[in-house]
């Protein structure tokens, strides 16, 4: 069954620190995908990456990084430098492809960032 | 390019009564995503219409209903409304239909108080 757990339900950190946001997946997939959306208090769903299963390499923009990793099940977001605009809820996703493309996220970690 | 829009983005409604929610894709955008977002169950796919036709459907009665038209608009129906209904409905377009193909952009969402 495909799950997507976000462990962290709330994490506050003062603003210009680093902060990693944890995803866990489950599949029995061996062709997926993998987002990360940014959820700000207007309500707006922003897409920020998505990863397909065989592209193991990590990516970096800006101040965002994402660690992929097939062996540990995880899909890890960091946010380096953190600004109070990145508080928000970020939700992490799975979609495989044998699953009609239905996207699974989960609960959502939602970080304040404190000035 | 405009973005993706809905309308109404607040409405309050009455147990038994009965919704209708509408979003406008970005121009071009051929499919159209409807999601649910409630704070115990998180963020739930609803269903997907591509070409005026449902694609996919997620786990939700039959009280919920959808549709699209020829320029891509969708509307989402919801009768007999319960108190469980009320929640965020966000809507997502891609230019194909499935999350596998396209980046999903989505919405501001729709929120639902049902009293």
């Known amino acids: 069954a495909q799950k997507v757990t976000q462990a962290q339900t709330e994490i506050s950190v003062v603003e210009k620190e680093d902060v990693t946001l944890d995803c866990v997946y489950e599949?029995?997939?061996?062709?997926?995908?993998l987002f990360w959306y940014k959820q700000p208090p207007s309500g707006e769903l922003v897409f920020l990456i998505r990863?397909?299963?065989?592209?193991?390499q990590n990516e970096i923009s800006g101040r965002y990084s994402w660690n992929f990793q097939k062996s540990t099940s995880s899909f890890n977001f960091t946010i380096t430098a953190s600004q109070v605009v990145d508080s928000a809820v970020y939700f992490c996703?799975?979609?495989?492809?044998?699953?009609?493309?239905?996207?699974?996220f989960g609960k959502g970690t939602r970080l304040h960032i404190l000035p | 390019k405009a973005g993706v829009t809905q309308t109404p983005r607040y409405l309050i409604k009455t147990r038994g009564q009965q919704v209708t929610l509408s979003c406008s894709p970005i121009?071009?955008?051929?499919?159209v995503s409807w999601y649910q977002q409630t704070p115990g169950q998180g963020l739930q796919f609803l269903f997907e219409?591509?070409?005026?036709?449902?694609?996919n459907k997620g786990n939700f009665p039959g009280r919920f209903s959808g549709r699209q038209f020829s320029n891509s608009r969708s509307e989402m129906n919801v009768s007999t409304l319960e108190l469980g209904d009320s929640a965020l409905y966000l809507c997502?377009?891609?230019?194909?239909?499935?999350?596998?193909?396209?980046?999903?952009?989505f919405g501001p969402g729709t929120r639902l108080l049902v009293l």
């Open positions: 997502a377009s891609s230019l194909v239909s499935g999350a596998l193909k396209e980046t999903q952009y």
């Open positions: 599949t029995r997939d061996t062709t997926y995908y």
């Open positions: 990863r397909n299963s065989f592209d193991e």
């Open positions: 996703a799975l979609s495989e492809a044998d699953r009609d493309d239905k996207i699974i």
């Open positions: 121009s071009g955008h051929r499919s």
């Open positions: 219409y591509f070409s005026e036709t449902q694609r």
